[in-house]
């Protein structure tokens, strides 16, 4: 009898809603599944599953009266969501076309980069060309000069000096080689 009496006051408990507070449903702190398990484990499973049920209708019908009340500011959120997507949409496409760009921009600049080192390897080659070009002729020009006037002539030892540092620098050159013997058979200078 005593059995029936603890199963008793635990209808009663029910029944009279003092077992279940819904308000510790409420309360601020995190609801945890395991917790309220734990609280109504006196409860069965019958009692459990329509207890469960019937705060599930409750928080639904809760969420159903915000969404009625505050109609218009879910309604402004989507649509301002919506914005937001489409604005991000826009600047993903425009980072991406920035991106190829960029990539596109860095292929340039590598390509003149190439082309520059190239022309100025060209134009070093070209100076260098034209510096012995120019040794050359100063080199003919101090022969002639040394043919046509006599070794009493003031700038004529000057010519020499000059003639025997050029054809020493471009010994190798092929047109220098020609001019060895001519050279050679110049006085040398004192």
């Known amino acids: 009898m005593a059995e029936n009496a603890g ?3 635990l209808v009663d408990a029910f029944l009279s809603n003092t077992y279940l507070n819904t308000e510790e449903l409420r309360a ?11 609280s109504k484990r006196f409860l069965g499973l019958d009692g459990l599953i329509t207890e469960l049920s019937r705060v599930f209708e409750n928080a639904n019908k809760e969420l159903m009266n915000l969404v009625k009340d505050n109609y218009q500011d879910f309604v402004r ?22 991106e190829e760009q ?3 921009s860095q292929t340039s600049v590598q390509n003149y980069e190439q082309i520059l080192r190239e022309l100025t390897d ?17 080199l003919q020009r101090n022969l ?4 046509m006037f006599p070794q009493n002539h003031p700038l004529w030892f000057d ?3 000059t003639v025997q540092a050029l054809s020493e620098a471009y010994k190798n050159h092929p047109w ?7 050279i050679h058979s110049l006085p040398k200078s004192s």
Do not use: C, H, Y
């Open 7 to 9: 199963t008793n006051d």
């Open 28 to 38: 601020e702190d995190e609801f945890t599944p395991d917790e309220f398990l734990v």
């Open 77 to 98: 959120l989507g649509s301002r969501m919506n914005v937001g997507n489409q604005k991000v949409d826009v600047l993903l496409s425009a980072i991406q076309r920035s």
């Open 102 to 104: 960029i990539k596109n």
């Open 122 to 138: 060209r134009r070093k080659s070209v100076e260098n060309e034209k510096q012995i070009a120019s040794d050359l002729l100063l």
């Open 144 to 147: 002639d000069f040394l043919k």
């Open 159 to 161: 010519s020499l000096n």
């Open 176 to 182: 220098v080689k020609t001019l060895q013997s001519e």
